[in-house]
């Protein structure tokens, strides 16, 4: 039983979330809003797997570099990580993209 995998998932998240504390891009600037976002993505994708499990579209793949905890059949623990990752740089890119548009807007 391995940790890489999710080790590098979570540090992979610390890392955006001091981008996004340097430059206020997403959860540093409207925190409210940006949990409540968070929140909706992960139940989504959640949900998204849950039936692709279901429908044996999805199955766990093997890996030496993952735990081997399942937290539902076929369910791996690092999943769940990996999905509210996946929702955080999507809004840290979100803000990224807003900002350097409206800078460009302003510089025209």
Do not use: K
């Given at each position: ?8 998932v979570?540090g992979?998240g ?13 959860l540093?600037?409207w925190?409210?809003?940006?949990l ?15 039936v ?9 793949g093997e890996s ?17 990580f ?6 955080y740089?999507?809004?840290v ?16």
């Amino acid at each position: 039983m391995s940790w890489l995998y999710l080790a590098s998932v979570v540090g992979a998240g610390f890392c955006m979330g001091l981008v996004d504390h340097r430059w206020r891009l997403f959860l540093f600037r409207w925190p409210r809003r940006a949990l409540v976002v968070l929140a909706i993505g992960f139940v989504f994708f959640l949900v998204w797997d849950l039936v692709a499990i279901q429908l044996e579209v999805y199955s766990r793949g093997e890996s030496p570099a993952m735990t081997g905890v399942e937290v539902a059949r076929e369910l791996p623990l690092e999943e769940l990580f990996f999905i509210a990752f996946l929702c955080y740089v999507t809004g840290v890119l979100h803000g990224l993209f807003t900002r350097v548009l409206a800078r460009e807007g302003a510089a025209r």
